[in-house]
């Protein structure tokens, strides 16, 4: 491009050649983005309709010991989430990983033996992330066990909230919130 004249780069076949990498990126980008949504949507579709299906599958039992209020949330949380806190999480990793897998090519390919010196950092790298995301699952693990009975005195004091007012129970119950 830079060793045309002014009359080349001006041409309509130049022009035509940009136009049509232009337009053709536009319509690859288009048409990613629509598989991209339409995969999305028919995983939370397929989420969605198993949950309906386990629901329904459940044993009475189950329904006596869980509120319908806590399951609904439950639908309404992993559905929220799919919808919209994973595209962008999702795009955010290919984007992510799109960027070290060329951090890693563009060296190697300029010179080949940092091949010796990226495999090793690629491994280790990987060995370190699968320990976080085990640490980190823990930790959300323990930190729900942790307030789940706190949850459950909060919706039952909610759920017989008249009959502690009728009672005069209040203090009873803030202290029992509150140890």
């Not at 048409?31 to 949507?41: E, K, N, P, R």
């Not at 940092?114 to 693990?141: C, D, H, Q």
């Amino acid at each position: 491009m830079s060793e045309m004249d002014r009359e080349e780069q001006q041409s309509s076949k130049t022009l035509g050649i940009y136009g049509c990498f232009v337009g053709s990126n536009f319509l690859a980008n288009l048409i990613a983005s629509f598989l991209f949504y339409s995969t999305l949507l028919k995983a939370s579709e397929t989420l969605h309709n198993k949950m309906v299906w386990s629901v329904i599958k459940a044993p009475v039992l189950y329904f006596d010991k869980t509120p319908v209020g806590r399951i609904l949330n439950r639908f309404s949380k992993d559905i929220g989430n799919m919808d919209d806190v994973l595209p962008p999480q999702f795009l955010l990793a290919v984007e992510v990983c799109l960027f070290s897998i060329s951090t890693v090519i563009l060296p190697v390919a300029a010179n080949v033996w940092l091949i010796f010196v990226a495999i090793p950092l690629v491994l280790i790298g990987i060995y370190y992330g699968r320990y976080y995301l085990k640490s980190s699952r823990e930790i959300k693990r323990l930190e729900a066990i942790t307030c789940s009975p706190v949850y459950s005195h909060i919706s039952e004091t909610v759920a017989g909230l008249e009959i502690i007012r009728s009672s005069q129970m209040e203090q009873s119950f803030l202290k029992r919130l509150f140890k």
